[in-house]
């Protein structure tokens, strides 16, 4: 649970260096799961700012490509953030 508080903190600071390596891979050596560390990424978005946490969120693959953990990877079929705008027209979905 430390953990979990101390990566949203560090989301809402900007910290995506250092302390964003050094408390993910704490927190999954704690139990922390990868889902439950993307969870806190995209609640902490709705506090500290969308666009830190989709900087935090970028950075989640090469966190997690030197452990045992790999990201799960979903094709979007629509996009959420964009959606009735581009009607898919925004590469993301």
């Known amino acids: 649970m430390r953990e979990a508080?101390?990566?949203?903190?560090?989301?809402?600071?900007g910290c995506t260096e250092t302390p964003l390596t050094v408390h993910t891979r704490t927190g999954l050596a704690s139990g922390l799961t990868p889902a439950e560390i993307g969870e806190i990424v995209t609640e902490t978005a709705a506090f500290a700012g969308f666009p830190r946490?989709?900087?935090?969120?970028?950075?989640?693959?090469?966190?997690?490509?030197?452990?045992?953990?790999r990201p799960i990877r979903r094709r979007v079929?629509?996009?959420?953030?964009?959606?009735?705008l581009c009607r898919n027209r925004c590469g993301t979905c």
């Open 5 to 13: 508080v101390a990566l949203a903190a560090i989301i809402a600071a």
């Open 53 to 69: 946490a989709v900087t935090a969120a970028g950075r989640l693959p090469e966190l997690f490509a030197g452990t045992r953990f």
């Open 77 to 84: 079929r629509s996009c959420s953030i964009c959606l009735p």
